[in-house]
């Protein structure tokens, strides 16, 4: 079974920075496999990038996702007030368990 | 636009089961979508249950399977999760969830379920 690290585990930002948030797979994950979403405190997780770069509908340009192989990331420019949140990384795998999530992020105001 | 919802008990007893039901808006639970649920214990991540296919095809989380069992009603665009035999580390939010490729775009507003006598 894959386990996807996310790294850091908190990072603490001010808004107008850039954050850079990681997800490493333990073995090579296809590119299109790949997800993250957000999560904020009373909501459920919202669909930020699928394929590891697409974003979702409605997802602003400042929010991209790079990565291939067992290194993936989330790259978040100018942060708004509004994007510190939980973030986490989702791999679709072939066999069970279908989906397997990272342990998350959290991207807190410093 | 697509809207989830999840209903059922808020408070299930040590060794009962657990029933919820997702009712779908929006969109058909017929259409070439699998539908999922996630569970997030409080304060902690996510946890992929399983998942279920119109056509009644399900895929299960291994660590769960045992006690796991999904189901589609397609008359009342709906479908449902059983989790059996429920101790307090099942106590979580549960989502149900609809698949977008290998990710999931529509989520439920999620419901907490504890277990406690």
């Known amino acids: 079974e894959i386990v996807l690290t996310q790294s850091p585990g908190t990072l603490s930002l001010s808004p107008g920075e850039g954050a850079t948030l990681s997800c490493r797979a333990s073995q090579s994950v296809s590119s299109s496999y790949l997800a993250w979403y957000q999560q904020k405190p009373g909501q459920a997780p919202r669909l930020l990038i699928s394929?590891?770069?697409s974003r979702a509908t409605g997802i602003p340009d400042r929010f991209s996702g790079s990565g291939s192989g067992t290194d993936f990331t989330l790259t978040i420019s100018r942060l708004e007030p509004e994007d510190f949140a939980v973030y986490y990384c989702?791999?679709?795998?072939?066999?069970?368990?279908?989906?397997?999530f990272g342990q998350g992020t959290k991207l807190e105001i410093k | 636009q697509v809207q989830l919802q999840e209903s059922g008990p808020g408070l299930v007893k040590p060794s009962g089961t657990l029933s919820l039901t997702c009712v779908v808006s929006?969109?058909?639970?017929?259409?070439?979508?699998?539908w999922s649920w996630v569970r997030q214990p409080p304060g902690k991540g996510l946890e992929w249950i399983g998942e279920?296919?119109?056509?009644?095809?399900?895929n299960y989380n291994p660590s769960l399977k045992s006690r796991v069992t999904l189901s589609v009603d397609k008359s009342k665009n709906q479908f449902s999760l059983k989790l059996s035999s429920v101790t307090a580390a099942d106590t979580a939010i549960y989502y149900c969830a609809r698949h977008f490729g290998y990710s999931h775009d529509s989520w439920g507003q999620g419901t907490l379920v504890t277990v406690s006598s």
């Open positions: 929006g969109d058909s639970i017929s259409n070439n979508n699998w």
């Open positions: 279920i296919y119109h056509g009644g095809n399900t």
């Open positions: 989702q791999q679709y795998g072939t066999s069970p368990p279908r989906y397997i």
């Open positions: 394929g590891a770069s």
